[in-house]
């Protein structure tokens, strides 16, 4: 239960991120991939995720991307089964949306590197 307590802690979760958007300003892509349930009435009329999202206001909430699963469950087996196409129907939008953020990152990699004096 220590390791999932850290899941919830709020304060530590903060100063993670204020570290990651510090990083990522220096060039380092931070991007966070959450899974996402559509509402199913009755029981759960909102959508539900499996992680503690930081406040739409925090630095850091765009590199929250959402990976939408309308097959699992519920939060567990949604994250369980995140990279697994058989239990998520988002899973091909999730590869490609990792390939356009590693090429995205790729090129950055070579523009700041071209732009170094040898």
Do not use: C
């Amino acid at each position: 239960m220590k390791y999932v307590g850290n899941l919830w802690d709020k304060e530590a979760m903060g100063k993670r991120l204020d570290d990651l958007v510090l990083v990522e300003q220096q060039g380092i892509t931070f991007k966070m991939f959450y899974v996402l349930l559509p509402p199913s009435l009755p029981a759960f009329p909102s959508p539900r995720t499996f992680v503690v999202l930081p406040p739409r206001s925090s630095p850091a909430f765009p590199s929250y991307i959402i990976s939408r699963n309308s097959v699992a469950s519920d939060e567990v087996q949604a994250h369980m089964g995140m990279f697994e196409p058989t239990q998520n129907d988002g899973y091909y939008e999730l590869g490609l949306e990792t390939a356009r953020i590693i090429r995205e990152a790729a090129a950055r990699s070579g523009q700041m590197h071209s732009t170094v004096p040898i």
